[in-house]
């Protein structure tokens, strides 16, 4: 089975910028859509980016604009690039494939946008 973790959250002031990085345990090439998510306490859980095996991407409308999802098939990895963060942006956050795998759910990493 696919395991993923993510990385690279931390505490940032609002305007900053930071990166995210999710490693799959196999390679991503055969799931066509990885997706980053984010959940806030007391919030549902929401999908923030989409990225397809060919490069198309699609964002929630409240990070268009800021935030950017790539993907590197030989290196088994996602990432999220996040700049102009906002408060509103606090959450953790998770990749996974779209739509998601249950059992791939990784621990997550925290970004916490305060001054």
């Known amino acids: 089975q696919v395991q993923l973790v993510e990385s690279g959250g931390g505490l940032v002031q609002p305007g900053g910028s930071l990166r995210l990085s999710c490693a799959a345990s196999r390679t991503i090439f055969s799931i066509n859509t990885m997706g980053w998510y984010r959940q806030a306490p007391g919030k549902q859980r929401e999908r923030v980016a989409l990225i397809t095996r060919g490069g198309s991407t699609n964002y929630a409308d409240s990070v268009k604009g800021r935030f950017t999802i790539s993907r590197d098939n030989a290196k088994n990895t996602v990432y999220l690039q996040m700049n102009s963060l906002k408060p509103e942006d606090t959450a953790v956050y998770y990749c996974?494939?779209?739509?998601?795998?249950?059992?791939?759910w990784g621990q997550g990493t925290q970004v916490t946008v305060s001054s």
């Open positions: 996974n494939a779209v739509p998601v795998i249950s059992r791939s």
